[in-house]
T-cell receptor, first 114, second 110 residues
Framework: DAGVIQSPRHEVTEMGQEVTLRCKPI?????LFWYRQTMMRGLELLIY????????DSGMPEDRFSAKMPNASFSTLKIQPSEPRDSAVYFC????????????FGQGTRLTVV | GENVEQHPSTLSVQEGDSAVIKCTYS??????FPWYKQELGKGPQLIID?????GEKKDQRIAVTLNKTAKHFSLHITETQPEDSAVYFC?????????FGAGTQVVVTP
């Protein structure tokens, strides 16, 4: 397996624009996680899915953030409208068994909102 | 909720020496403690983990110790090599919640 695949690797957008980040988890993994990494706040769990169903979205910072998982092989994280403080590296990760087991991270998407 | 504190924030070691990173957690119900290594431009990667029913675990040059009474756990890297240079994160899991520490930048100098 190629691992967790995220796209794009880099995204630069203007404030107010909609941003969509994409993730393909490892085949067979039932759990998918979205994390955000910043210097100020470190690694934060935003939301996670089990079998395509959102389980805990308490880490989503605001209503401007939304995540979907329409099928087992694809998930999106959307920010609408984007703001400069959303600039961060966003990671998608997947695992076969949940939060209390090894998570396999993608390469991340570096988002810059200007 | 769970609060994980990690120290030090940076660590410089001579090649061949040992490195130790310490984390404390607040929730006594925490029962899973992984350590991740993140190299520049990459996502974190698990290097070792420990569950609350074990006090120590070793994998070649890497070991983790857990003190449930004191609520702290540590990562030990022996015989450090330049490729050990990276950012290391501890984390703790408790009742459906997962929290990372702030990270430790480790630099191994030849």
């Amino acid at each position: 397996d190629a691992g967790v695949i995220q796209s794009p690797r880099h995204e630069v957008t203007e404030m107010g624009q909609e941003v969509t980040l994409r993730c393909k988890p490892i085949s067979g993994h039932d759990y998918l996680f979205w994390y955000r990494q910043t210097m100020m706040r470190g690694l934060e769990l935003l939301i996670y899915f089990n079998n395509n169903v959102p389980i805990d979205d308490s880490g989503m910072p605001e209503d401007r953030f939304s995540a979907k998982m329409p099928n087992a092989s694809f998930s999106t994280l959307k920010i609408q409208p984007s703001e400069p403080r959303d600039s961060a590296v966003y990671f998608c990760a997947s695992s076969p068994e949940g939060l209390n087991t090894e998570a396999f991270f993608g390469q991340g998407t570096r988002l810059t909102v200007v | 909720g769970e609060n994980v504190e990690q120290h030090p924030s940076t660590l410089s070691v001579q090649e061949g020496d040992s490195a130790v990173i310490k984390c404390t957690y607040s929730d006594s119900a925490s029962n899973y403690f992984p350590w991740y290594k993140q190299e520049l431009g990459k996502g974190p990667q698990l290097i070792i983990d420990i569950r609350s029913n074990v006090g120590e675990k070793k994998d070649q040059r890497i070991a983790v110790t857990l003190n449930k009474t004191a609520k702290h756990f540590s990562l030990h890297i022996t015989e450090t090599q330049p490729e050990d240079s990276a950012v290391y994160f501890c984390a703790a899991y408790s009742w459906g919640k997962f929290q990372f520490g702030a990270g430790t930048q480790v630099v191994v100098t030849p």
